[in-house]
Nanobody, 113 residues
Framework: VQLQASGGGLVQAGGSLRLSCAAS????????MGWYRQAPGKQRELVASVTSGGSTNYADSVKGRFTLSRENAKNTVYLQMNSLKPEDTAVYYC????????WGQGTLVTVSS
């Protein structure tokens, strides 16, 4: 199983970015997919996740600004990030769960003030 993440980059505060993560090489659908992030000097934290049934979970810090969506047929998730803040700067990791966690390679999001 491989997870291919894309969409990171540099944006000014208040701007938007959209991250995508596509899973390949699996013969099954994942129970959950989502994104974690890790800022310099900090622990990796959950940003958002979505189950195969469509239930979503967001970190308090991103509620109302980020939206996670999923295409089950494509094993793909999208993270729409609006009203970005400098504190959103981090490496964002895609994760997919089925019996275990599968991780993507990470994509850097930098928000300038």
């Amino acid at each position: 199983v491989q997870l291919q993440a894309s969409g990171g980059g540099l944006v000014q505060a208040g701007g938007s970015l959209r991250l995508s993560c596509a899973a390949s090489g699996s013969t099954f659908s994942f129970d959950a997919m989502g994104w974690y992030r890790q800022a310099p000097g900090k622990q990796r934290e959950l940003v958002a996740s979505v189950t195969s049934g469509g239930s979503t979970n967001y970190a308090d810090s991103v509620k109302g600004r980020f939206t996670l969506s999923r295409e089950n047929a494509k094993n793909t998730v999208y993270l729409q990030m609006n009203s970005l803040k400098p504190e959103d700067t981090a490496v964002y990791y895609c994760v997919a769960t089925k019996y275990r966690n599968y991780w993507g390679q990470g994509t850097l999001v930098t928000v300038s003030s």
